[in-house]
């Protein structure tokens, strides 16, 4: 089925090393990886890159919702850590040889290789020369959704391949990266060990103490899961909490006025560094998401005159991270990537640039058109319930502001999706797959709340996304309990209950971004005697060619930024004929269009000229730097 629209200055830091450039690592062979060897059962600790003055290694925690070693069959009803990805990569690439590739592009912080997937058809031409997607998960650590629907869309294609005809097409014709975890050392940290951070794992100080990583979070009750911490007051204090009335299984916490409480609740977690805060300054906290060359501004506090913007977690400067570094080197030298999804947890929402503006003030019409079709197209598949913009729509999702003041929009700063459209000029979205637990009113009562999120998980039958009250010790306090909401597999992802739900819904509107890529094709040729002249004979050759994809071979924008060269058609001859193009007259005697647009055929005709008789063979090509690569042959008759 073919799809339609219904509307038609990187600083000099590219200079950082990163190991081998992307092309290169294209190879037969496949990478080494790590692999976990769970024989002889978990290890005990698990080592997080980096040097810091808080502790870099944490005890394992075995998360029952995670698969560690790669079994027979891969389902997604369990989350897969980056070992078991790569695997299933590497089996894949055995037993689809002929339309899958596994290669390195690069290597996390921690000196990690960085896997990557191309699946294509190679015998109907090379990946360079199709119109390309590029479909991106695990950038920040504890936002694993991602990955997971990354690989289940490669799951899906390859093996749909030869047996859908939709899929079948797509991958004949086009080009699908696939990158599932481009941040193995935080989403290793993630599903290993009971901590989590933003994204990178490079040591950082977070709250301006001069010490690295000094305050991490504490597992105080060796289960593996960071929750609250519940108990009964001391002499002289007073209570905050009781056990909310209206669930009758005692687990949710009602907050009170202070001293018409008999719970105390807090979270679990203590002073490490003893500043007066508590896990104030974990391992990393670099914001990969906001690493992007386009709009990028210094770390908090970094800006000299205390008057300008800067933005949180942005690194020490643009791609100062390996991993966003190797992702913008993958798509500069690849520009026929046309579309994208660079995804994270837990908005739902089909989430785009602008990140400093809104669309009509900074984004070509026509180009902001084709977006808001795809925001469209989106929510009608994932059935999410934002899309638009992040400096306004995303800001002003949910209800307005209760003092009646006035819906504004709030900046962000080196953002994928304004480097993939201001930069890349392409279709870059940087989606937002789980609801974060907002389930919505369940229960019927007016309001969605912690009870709503209760029933949710008891008709799941889930009974770890609250973790149950247990007894424990606290440092600090004594005897107390530990429970609540599971922070990583309830609140910051879904259960695994759900979990394919969400990433097979997200994986299909990518592949609905894939199956709108622009696509040439040359429908004839159609040569006509045009009588002759003082040298020879002449015939007017006449192509007609078609973009029969969904979107045009090229937004204005990236136009306007010369990421991509005009299409251009050329006719060619061997090297042995006599053959002159005579119109178009200039040099090169190419024509060139600025763009093709899919709104039906198109001719353009060339005059050329024989001398001698014979009969003389062609070819006509057309060439896209994100339409592909199209041709047909022709033959100039005897005379």
Known sequence: MVRRLLILPLLALLTAPLATPASAQMMDDPPPIPRMDMEDGPPRYWTVPGTRHGESFFPFALHPEVEYEAGDELTFDTYHTAEVMW?????????????LEVYQVGESFGGVPILQATITNRSTGAHTDKPAAFFEGGRHSGEVTSSESVLWLMQHLLENYGQDEEITRLIDTKTIYLRPQNNPDGGSMYLKTAQTNRSSVRPIDNDGDGLLDEDPANDLNGDGVITDVRRRPGPGEEGTHIVDPRDPSGRLMQRVETGEGDWIVFDEE???DGDGRADEDGVGGLDLHRNYPENWRPDSGRDRTGRGYTQFGA???????PETRSVVLWVLEHPNVAVANSMDTRVPMHLRGPSTSRGEESMFPEDLAIYEYFDSLGVSITDYPWAGDTFYDYRNRGDAPSDGSPREGSPLFGHGPDFGYFYLGAVWYGDELWDGGRVGDLNGDGEEDALDRLQFLDELGNERGFMPWTPGWHPEHGEVEYGGFHPKFFSQNGPPEVLER???NQALFNLELALHLPELTIHDVAVEEAGSDDEGRLFD?????????GIP???KQARLVKIVRPDQLDLEFGDDTDVEVVDPTYRDKTMYFETTAPDGPKTATFRVRVNGDGAVDGEAVLASTRGGVASAGFTLPAG
Do not use: F, Q
Not at 87 to 99: F, G, H, N, T, V
Not at 315 to 321: D, K, T, V
Not at 541 to 549: A, K, L, Q, R
């Open 87 to 99: 695997e299933w990569m590497l089996r894949w690439a055995d037993r689809y040889p002929d339309i």
């Open 270 to 272: 203590i002073d490490d």
């Open 315 to 321: 690194g020490a400067y643009p791609l100062s991270e």
């Open 502 to 504: 969400w990433a097979r």
């Open 541 to 549: 050759v006449t192509v007609e060619y078609e973009n029969i994809g």
């Open 553 to 555: 071979t090229t937004l």
